[in-house]
């Protein structure tokens, strides 16, 4: 199993350090794992993951699963847990659907007994590993857990072996609006290019630069200067007049900082949202610890 991943104290006491190879193991027969029951299912009884971030999924790679599924059958058993009615889905669900669009009353199954806790993380773990998940489907994955398991973003952070400033800027992903996130589900956007419209306050605007990047397949570098240069809503004319050099420097640390800032009467302001959003500015700007 792969060594550089952290899962925190729980997990990894269980699953080892890559979960993507934990499941594997145990959908093959090879796991240790004891708490394990081998059976053919039928897939009316199964319900879908109720964790599972990844919302979008290729049409065009489920029909033809389906086609080697009819063919050939399911050689893989997806995972599930019993369930007060039936069973839930822990992993496996484009072999689910697939057997499900080919027709198949049963699916080979193994029950595992994995609690509340672990079928989150196990369901967010796994998408990451196999990079499944898209900026949105991954940010808001990361809200679902602080907001039921009650972490912090540090403990997120370390739980699956990533920087807080990483879980902080993911989280605000959030807040573009939704015709923006589903450009980012389409793959329209990128994850930096996301993160550059952020620079812009007014919903409006995210949407129409949004739209210019898509028609005019703009780099993110490109797409961070149209929203530092942006003309911010309310803004007056007259404060385009600092100097040219100053005027840089502010379109610097906008871009460093993700977020609004003014030079002015010798003065800098940097803007936040919120506590979470203000730890993130001051970890980029080295004066908190990780």
Known sequence: MAGNRKLGKGLNAIFGDDIDSFLEDIEKGNSQYSGTEKNELP???IRPNPYQ???EFDENGLKELADSIRENG???????????VGYELVAGERRLRASKLAGKQNIPAIIVDFDDRQMMEISLLENIQRKDLTPIEEAAAYAQLIRKLNYTQDELARRIGKSRANIANMLRLLNLPEEVKKLVNEGKLSYGQARALLALEDEDRMIEAADLAVRKQLSVRQLEDLCSDH???GRKTTEKTRDPFTEDVCNRLQRKFATKVDIEKK??????NDTEDLNRILEIMNVIED
């Open 43 to 45: 897939i009316r009884e």
């Open 53 to 55: 971030p990844r919302k």
């Open 74 to 84: 399911v050689f893989q058993p997806i995972l599930v847990r019993k369930s007060s």
């Open 231 to 233: 003309p911010r809503k």
């Open 267 to 272: 003065k800098i302001s940097i803007y936040f």
